[in-house]
């Protein structure tokens, strides 16, 4: 799934995305660390993979979206 960077904290390596119709979703370490990524900047398009649905959802991996 796409989403674009909207926050990220980089001391404590979490953020948040918004998906494509505007609903934010926040990442913690665990999901910015499984994707080998260094530094997020907001508004960098974004690969995600989600597990869950509902309010249990959650992101397991952020990657940057290349083409």
């Keep these: 799934m796409q989403a674009t960077a909207y926050t990220y904290d980089a001391p404590t390596r ?7 119709d505007g609903t934010p979703v926040s990442f913690g370490a665990a999901a910015f660390d499984a994707g080998g990524l260094r530094l997020l900047r907001p508004g960098q398009r974004v690969r995600i993979e989600v597990e869950g649905t509902g309010d249990d959802r959650r992101i397991t991996l952020v990657t940057l979206q290349t083409f």
């Design 14 to 20: 979490t953020g948040s995305v918004l998906l494509d």
